[in-house]
């Protein structure tokens, strides 16, 4: 009556996706790595309901927020409230696409997605590309094959990704080094070499 059961994972493994599957979920943008599952259970959630449209993981929390009637944070990046959708409102998220990036382990990647397409460009990993620059179908037959016209996406995709590493340089941060129990269990998940 009032409680919310919610499974969300952070990536994907790729296993869907063998022939673009590269060495280590942090290492490619492909839907293998990015497609997630998103599952709430709760207080007047109908059995079996789907969100019509685009949602991202940064929509969680918002989402969440809206759910438990809480104000939203007013942070420009933390996503979108889903949380009629959720409940069974059937007009589609107002999410028109999705970001991505990933620096893990040498990569330098980004992507933007729409609910059909995906532009991706690899901006300089080390010590290789590590994915294929372009932009591509999500879903059907042609997954992933021959790729097609960006329409403006790689543009968008470039200026974002300058805006938010333009925002994170701003910031003030300081690194945190693990003790080694906690350095050993990151290494065996495969986050630290």
């Not at 420009?76 to 409940?87: E, F, I, K, R, T």
């Not at 893990?104 to 590590?130: N, W």
């Not at 968008?156 to 990704?161: A, C, K």
Request: overall charge negative; aromatic content about 10%.
């Amino acid at each position: 009556e009032n409680t919310f059961f919610i499974f969300v994972n952070d990536h994907g493994e790729g296993l869907s996706i063998a022939p673009h599957k590269t060495d280590g979920h942090g290492s490619d943008l492909y839907p293998g790595n990015m497609d997630v599952p998103w599952i709430v259970r709760g207080p007047k959630i109908p059995a079996g309901h789907e969100i019509n449209g685009l949602v991202s993981q940064i929509d969680f929390t918002p989402t969440m927020m809206g759910l438990l009637d809480l104000p939203p944070d007013e942070n420009p990046l933390s996503g979108v409230n889903l949380a009629d959708q959720l409940l069974g409102d059937s007009s589609p998220s107002s999410r028109q696409f999705a970001f991505a990036a990933s620096f893990f382990f040498g990569a330098d990647i980004a992507a933007l997605f729409t609910s059909d397409r995906q532009c991706q460009r690899d901006y300089g990993s080390s010590p290789s590309p590590k994915i294929a620059d372009g932009c591509f179908y999500r879903s059907g037959p042609k997954k992933f094959g021959k790729r097609i016209p960006p329409e403006g996406m790689l543009e968008q995709l470039d200026g974002f990704r300058a805006s938010l590493l333009e925002k994170h340089a701003s910031w003030d941060t300081q690194e945190l080094l693990p003790d080694e129990d906690l350095n050993e269990q990151l290494k065996a998940l495969g986050y630290v070499e």
